[in-house]
């Protein structure tokens, strides 16, 4: 979904988030419509875009910790955060395996 959000940034040549809740374990791809590089109550929801972790191809994988975490491209595809990148922890469903993807503020991701 990461690259999925990027190149919707550069394709509507404007701002794309991906919001990762973990309290729903729900992630989703939204217009930052107000450039608050979080999703607010102003932004749009892009049509068919959620996934919900723990049913359907993804019944395996929970998103793991707690609150949310979203990562917004702008226009140019690139990352906007302050400290260079942002993060996620993808966990198995028993909790036994855990990967961390990390993307950079060119929008490259690498898990670990």
Same mark, same amino acid.
């Given at each position: 979904m990461v690259v999925r959000a990027r190149l919707e940034a550069l394709r509507t040549? =404007?701002?794309?988030g991906l919001h990762l809740?973990? =309290?729903t374990q729900r992630a989703f791809l939204f217009s930052d419509a107000d450039l608050s590089l979080t999703y607010t %109550? =102003?932004?749009t929801v892009l049509g068919s875009s959620s996934v919900?972790? =723990? +049913?359907?191809d993804v019944a395996r994988v929970r998103? &793991?910790?707690t609150g949310t975490s979203t990562f917004v491209f702008d226009a140019r595809g690139v990352l906007r955060t302050n %400290?260079? &990148?942002a993060s +996620?922890?993808?966990t198995s469903r028993a909790g036994t395996t855990s990967r961390t993807v990390?993307?950079?503020a060119q929008g490259r991701s690498t898990v670990q």
């Open positions: 040549n =404007g701002p794309i809740d973990r =309290g %109550t =102003g932004d919900v972790y =723990g +049913a359907g998103l &793991s910790g %400290t260079g &990148s +996620a922890v993808l990390t993307v950079n």
